[in-house]
Nanobody, 119 residues
Framework: QVQLVESGGGWVQPGGSLRLSCAAS????????MAWYRQAPGKQRELVAA???????NYADSMKGRFTISRDNAKNTVYLQMNSLKPEDTAVYYC?????????????WGQGTQVTVSS
């Protein structure tokens, strides 16, 4: 059974840092690319960062230079290091495993972890 379990969310002051973790089942981690999305209240879910199995990364423009996605293959875990956090980064962050493109794409999602940035 596919499992994506996020952890590491919480409250942080503006300018602070958090590291999110997503532990995946081995069967998924071996063959799927990994990504982080977020959804703020009243807004659509948006891509934060993606990391392919080959190591290529893609970041949303507003996260470039502040967020870093990485993976530990030995631990079947993907991370999202978030620095210089802003109040507008407040959202539920979701771990995503994806494979394929367009209509053939398959996705798995974690349950989400809340990140709140406020003073």
């Amino acid at each position: 059974q596919v499992q994506l379990v996020e952890s590491g969310g919480g409250w942080v002051q503006p300018g602070g840092s958090l590291r999110l973790s997503c532990a995946a089942s081995e069967s998924i981690f071996r063959i799927y690319h990994m990504a982080w999305y977020r959804q703020a209240p009243g807004k659509q879910r948006e891509l934060v960062a993606a990391l392919t199995r080959g190591g290529a990364t893609n970041y949303a423009d507003s996260m470039k230079g502040r967020f870093t996605i990485s993976r530990d293959n030995a631990k079947n875990t993907v991370y999202l290091q978030m620095n210089s956090l802003k109040p507008e980064d407040t959202a539920v962050y979701y771990c995503n495993a994806y494979r394929g493109l367009g209509p053939g794409r398959s996705d798995y999602w974690g349950q989400g972890t809340q990140v709140t940035v406020s003073s």
